[in-house]
């Protein structure tokens, strides 16, 4: 399908920080996103060097993932969505983790450059990932924000199947609740993870 595509990108000021959590650092969020955004529009701002034809296609990248950190994780990730001429990628994500004990559920928003499109050839790219951890079984472990950037490789076998391997920082924000009597007190802490990850490929 072709499409005429036009991008416009304009800033929304807002008096009030972004917080999606009340025992959360504001400030943390506002430098977060904002590197976050900063990726974003560099990886848009390059998709306009690249032909005027725009065409859509759909992916969907399965992946394992280990978190190197002094207490490893492990991870499972499914993210869907669609590729712009095969180089600019928008996609839903959603998965099981387990970190520290815990069972929890990623849901994010990822953006990814593949620096070219071509079948049975291997392909650099790189990506980032926003988004928010969910806990399955609380029992007084709460998620929150989770963002990432990785660089790696697909390798295509064909048009259709490929394999994808990649190496990136994983931050996590979790919090729980401590009991001092009939006073319970929220804390939080970050995690900070060296990623591996490797899956498959379908386009």
């Known amino acids: 399908m072709i499409l005429d595509l036009r991008i416009t990108i304009f800033t929304v000021t807002t008096t009030q920080p972004f917080d999606l959590f009340p025992h959360q650092s504001s400030k943390s969020y506002s430098m977060t996103f904002a590197r976050f955004k900063f990726i974003c529009l560099l ?6 060097l690249f032909g ?3 065409e859509w296609n759909y992916f969907s990248s399965n992946s394992f993932g280990y ?3 002094d207490s490893p994780a492990v991870s499972f990730q499914s ?3 669609v590729s712009l ?6 996609g839903l994500g959603i998965g099981i983790e387990k970190v520290d004990g815990y069972n929890f559920t990623p849901v994010f928003f990822e953006t990814k450059y593949q620096f070219r499109d071509q079948e049975k050839s291997t392909i650099p790219f790189i990506s ?3 988004g928010n951890e969910f806990s399955v079984f609380p029992r007084n472990r709460y998620g929150g924000l989770t963002t990432g950037i990785h660089a790696g490789v697909n390798h295509y076998f064909n048009k259709h199947i490929g394999i994808t391997m ?5 931050f996590i924000h979790l919090s729980n609740s401590m009991g001092l009597g009939e006073i319970t007190l929220p804390v939080v802490y970050d995690k900070r993870f060296l990623e591996l990850r490797a899956g498959l ?3």
Do not use: E, P
């Open 43 to 48: 990886l848009i701002a390059s998709c306009t």
């Open 52 to 54: 005027q034809t725009k």
């Open 67 to 69: 978190l190197l950190s």
């Open 79 to 81: 993210v869907n969505g």
């Open 85 to 90: 001429n095969g180089k600019l990628h928008f």
């Open 128 to 130: 980032a990932m926003i």
């Open 166 to 170: 990649n190496l990136g920082y994983r």
């Open 201 to 203: 490929l379908i386009r």
